[in-house]
């Protein structure tokens, strides 16, 4: 027998002595993190993922000694892929009764008011629900918390589209007179939709809510429990009030993390 054939039937002999069990027992998934274009929070530059809620994920990373794929794609698949795939996370993710038991949650990261707006230039004036629900066809990013919060309304004058982008982009054009976003990134937006602030209008508040990394209900909890220990580590040192400063210098920290 030659020395190969030797060492094929070993490595063969060794794997049938293996227990069963061992042989059948399923490989830990590796971890995916997905996110979209939404600046200054999380969005793509020179084709890669940066913004507020990436370098918070990243940080988060290297407390625990991990490096996962962060890939930016549409909401849609990414919440998609969040509520099939273990080990999962997506950020941002606005935490909603709606969502609550859908995902384990790691945050919050920010808080955000959503509001309607509308340009200046159309003499709108609506002030509450009842009026936004009779009104013309209203742009809002596809499966966002405000999308679903609106269908859960009774809403059936949506323009669903791709990002938040789309829909400042939907405003300009004259496509629809409404759109539904929040304050943290009107400004971004509508600086690359080409919009000037003062063009653009609050109508009135939808509603408040707090941003998280949502991962997958099939996520190992212990990670959960590691990333949470980690970011409150971040908000009791001071870095997170670092990475948040540098990317929304004239926005109030989010409640209870000074450090």
């Known amino acids: 027998m030659t020395a190969v054939r030797f060492r094929g039937w070993l490595c063969l002999l060794l794997v049938c002595c ?22 200054p929070i999380n969005f793509s530059l020179n084709g890669q993922p940066t913004g507020l809620a990436t370098e918070m994920v990243r940080a988060i990373m290297r407390r625990t000694g991990q490096n996962a794929p962060i890939s930016l794609v ?12 273990p080990n999962t996370g997506l950020f941002v993710t606005m935490r909603t009764p709606e969502r609550e038991r859908l995902f384990k949650w790691v945050g ?10 509308a340009l200046r230039s159309s003499g709108l004036s609506i002030d509450r629900l009842e009026q936004a629900r009779e009104a013309d066809e209203i742009a809002v990013p596809r499966d966002w918390y405000s999308h679903q919060r609106l269908l859960a309304e009774g809403f059936s004058n949506l323009t669903p589209v791709t990002g938040p982008s789309q ?31 003062e063009e ?16 997958s209900a ?14 409150d580590g971040m908000k009791a040192d001071g870095s997170f ?6 990317w929304l210098p004239h926005e109030p920290l989010p409640d209870r993390v000074e450090p």
């Not at 919050?108 to 707006?117: D, E, K, Q």
């Not at 653009?200 to 991962?215: G, K, N, P, R």
């Not at 099939?218 to 970011?231: G, H, N, P």
């Open 108 to 117: 919050p990261l920010t808080r955000n008011v959503t509001s309607f707006y």
């Open 218 to 231: 099939q996520t190992d909890a212990a990670l959960i429990r590691l990333w949470q220990r980690e970011l």
């Open 18 to 39: 293996l227990p069963t069990q061992l042989l059948a027992q399923p490989q830990p998934q590796p971890l995916h993190l997905y996110t979209e274009e939404y600046p």
């Open 241 to 246: 009030a670092a990475i948040y400063r540098k």
């Open 200 to 215: 653009v209008q609050l109508l009135f508040t939808l509603m408040y809510s707090d941003s998280y990394i949502a991962f």
């Open 167 to 197: 829909v400042v982009s939907m405003l300009k054009r004259g496509r629809v007179k409404l759109m539904v976003l929040d304050n943290l990134s009107l400004s971004a937006l509508l600086v690359q939709g080409d919009i000037r602030a």
């Open 74 to 85: 549409p909401w849609a698949r990414g919440y998609q892929l969040a509520l099939t795939r």
